[in-house]
Structure formats: C-alpha cells, structure tokens
C-alpha cells in the first residue's frame, strides 16, 4: 500500500482489528513500565504477557502474535532472552519491535542493541530522536533516557536505518515519524507535552505498535495507525485533566481510558496526518 492510499479510515480499521481480533503481544520489558504496558494493551482491546525467563520465551514467541523487546532495565541474562526470542519470533514471522531506551547512554546498552541486531532485524524499531540515532551509528548525546536530538534531526539517520534494516522506523517526538525501507514516510502531529511526564508512556507506545503490527500485515501502516491512536488518545486525555483542574497523576488513568474508549468520530476529526511523496 502506498503512502497516498493511507487515510484516517484506514488507521481507524486497523484499531477496530485490534479490538475484535484481541492479539497476544509477548512483551520483555523494563521493570518500571510493565503494568504500564500491560494496561495499555488491555486498554486498547490486546492481550499483554510479561515473559523473561530464557527458559520459556522460544515458547511463548509460538503462541504469541507480536513481541516487543524494551532494553529499558537491562541485566545479562534478559539479553539472553530477547536474543533468542527475537530469533524464535523471525522464524515463525511473528513481527517484532524493538525499543532501544536509552541507547547511546553507555557501552553496554550500545552493545546490547548490536548483539540483538546481529540476531536478525526487527520488524520495528521505535524510539525517540537520539535512540533512532544511536542504533543508525551516528553520535548523538543522550541524556538519560531523555532524547537530546528532535524527531527531525533524526529523519535521515531513521531513513538509513529503515534501508539497512529493511524494517520500519519510528522516531517519537513532538511530531512522530514513520519511515520504512521502501522509503514511505508520514508525520503525525497529535499528543500533548505532559505525555513526556507519565512514566511508560513511550514505551506502551511500542507495546500498541506491537498490537497492530499482529493485526496488520504492513508493518508501516500498523506502526502509523498505532502511534496515531497514542496519541489522538493522548491530546484528549491531556484537555480532559485540565479541564478537571488536574494534573500528570489524572493523566495517566486518562490515558488508559481514552485508548478503551476513543469512538471514529474523534479519532477522524482530531488526527493530525502528514503523508510525504
């Protein structure tokens, strides 16, 4: 499907797919966002597992529809077992998104991340500027887990990236975008700053593009209509808490809310799509 033949219809489709289908997503994720990720899944109509030990990921890649990889907290033997999950998960086709948070920051995130990408290529990888960076081999200074390069200073790297991967890249910022191999690329301009104050936000981002990525065989459009839910949902939720005098604490219950019940006529009239040539 080409760029130009995505519109908000078809991204509404594939959020309904999610809810009617229910896939399992297999998650190896960090310590902090897991119930996170996992409400958010549930949230938006899929079914979570947080699975690590090494003894059972290879099985429970054969049963799941999507794995998400997050090297957010990282230890030796959980790269053992994304390693070999990623592997289990190419063999049978099963998609796979990797979330490289905070690489860049030390040596051994950096190899972490090479030792996963020699296991075979993601179908996904999503992340903010500097991460995006980072994995393309370029020098970017990153602050933590916190992007110290905008989403548009990344394009290029993510572009690279795509081609050398033959995968799907998405760079997370103030605006999101996605670009893959082929050289599709679309911006998305929704969410709300205070989205960056709500621990596992962006990393529950790469657990709906997992969702979608098992419902939608075009890892581009699933990766599109995913990151365009996050966050039409989180613009919303964002008015919703201040317009109840509230803050970051209401947003977050928001959130999981608005992904529950977020109905065509708002998704359609708030999304912010960008498609480029």
Not at 19 to 40: C, D, E, G, K, W
Request: glycine fraction near 10%; include cysteine.
């Amino acid at each position: 499907m080409t760029a130009q033949t995505i519109d908000a219809a078809a991204l509404w489709a594939d959020l309904q797919a999610v809810r009617r289908q229910a896939p399992l997503v297999h998650n190896i994720t960090n310590f902090v966002v897991m119930n996170y990720s996992a409400n958010a899944l549930l949230a938006v109509g899929a079914s979570p597992v947080m699975a690590h030990a090494k003894e059972e990921v290879q099985d429970m890649v054969g049963i799941a529809q999507a794995l998400v990889l997050n090297i957010g907290t990282l230890e030796p033997d959980w790269i053992a077992s994304m390693r070999l999950a990623l592997q289990a998960a190419r063999q049978r086709g099963v998609p796979t998104v990797l979330d490289p948070v905070g690489v860049g920051a030390t040596p051994y995130r950096n190899a972490a991340i090479g030792e996963l990408l020699r296991s075979g290529a993601p179908s996904v990888v999503r992340g903010n500027g500097s991460e995006v960076m980072s994995v393309a081999g370029l020098a970017a200074a990153t602050r933590g887990v916190d992007s110290a390069a905008s989403s548009g200073e990344a394009l290029d790297a993510a572009r690279a990236l795509a081609r050398d991967l033959q995968a799907v890249v998405c760079i997370s910022g103030a605006d999101d975008h996605v670009v893959d191999g082929g050289g599709r690329w679309a911006t998305l301009s929704n969410g709300h700053p205070w989205m960056t104050k709500v621990t596992g936000v962006g990393c529950s981002a790469s657990a709906l593009v997992g969702a979608f990525c098992a419902v939608q065989a075009d890892r581009w459009r699933a990766t599109l209509s995913a990151m365009a839910v996050l966050g039409v949902v989180g613009e919303l939720a964002a008015e919703r808490t201040q317009a109840a005098g509230a803050g970051v604490g209401r947003l977050q219950i928001e959130l999981l809310d608005g992904l529950q019940l977020l109905d065509e006529a708002a998704f359609k009239q708030r999304l912010k799509l960008q498609l480029h040539g």
